[in-house]
């Protein structure tokens, strides 16, 4: 399982069309929106998609202006040492 946060900065006026086009990528919500155009999004890994490729896809909405990772977590690594 991996989990990660990541912070969206955008013009204030285009949170509405982010906010819409976040959620179509698999695994990502919405956590919180501070109506001064940043944006906090959760990005969760799933059966069929990737936390990087959904990464990939928030970098490529329209009028994101910057992404940035604040928080990563993964128990990768402690499954393997139950192996």
Partial sequence: MKIVSLVLKFMPE?????K?????VPGASVAADSGNGRMIVLLEDGPDYAVPDSILQVHQ??????????YEYSDE????EEN
């Fill in 77 to 80: 690594a402690h499954a393997l």
């Fill in 20 to 24: 819409t086009a976040v959620e179509t």
């Fill in 61 to 70: 909405i329209p009028q994101v202006m910057s992404v940035t990772l604040s």
């Fill in 14 to 18: 285009h949170a509405d069309a982010i």
